[in-house]
């Protein structure tokens, strides 16, 4: 690990009031290291969209379980980890647009348009979903 | 999260004034519930956004349900105040295509105002 790279490990408990803590504490983290608004926000978002996924669906909205975020920076390219050890998702959700009255289903559609790529992984019991995006591209 | 929605009835428009900075899934579905119950038997609803600085899916989902059972039971409706990061969200979603939104919330309730031909509130 080269030495100006940045590592922050965050758990949460599967509470969606705790969401919010985590998309604040990203933004910040990535304003301070280089990103403008629109690129933080666009973090922001996508980051709570895969923990809420990890509480609502992986834990079906049940309490006292952990959730990890790790937000890591190596050479301007970000990468977020949100973990959880609950139900694996068996199929990826398709890759199209959400019609405008769809009342879901926006979630993974969300990060995909602002990240550079989210990708879905097990191993061992526990989910993960990287999402990875430089902070120099363009919005 | 705490929240606070201000609701000003009148018989034809409801102005309801959400005031929270994070609309997320944990709090969405009971303030939209609470608006929507508010909102029955009058012609027109304003919802006033804009102390929001983050919206997340769920909560636009509420939203969009929201907007459905208005439409159903025959109530305009407009969300007022957006910020402009939340407005790109908005068109990124097309939501513009389904529901009504001002720019603020005086805006919001100037044009239900006009579109259904009643007299503002407190008039």
Redesign the interface.
Known sequence: MNSDDKTLMLEIDS???C??LV?ISIRALCLEYGAD??TA?QV??ST??AV?NAI?HAYSNQLGHPVWIRWSLADKRLTIQVSDEGMTMRQLPPDIE?E?????G??WW?MR?WMDSAEYMTDSGRNTLILSKSFSNKH | ?DYVVYLEPSDKIVMARVELK?L????AHQIFAEILQAARGTQALAIDLATVD?I???A???L??L??KLRNGGIACTIAGLKP?LMG?VR????E??MHFSEDADAGIKGLVNKLKIEMPNS
């Open positions: 509470r969606l009031d969401v919010a998309g608004e629109m926000y922001q978002t709570v969209e809420n609502i959400p405008p009255d769809a009342e879901g926006r979630g969300i348009q | 999260m994070y997320t899934a944990d709090v983050f997340d899916s769920t636009i989902g509420e969009v349900f907007g459905k990061h969200l990124m979603m097309r939501l295509t389904i």
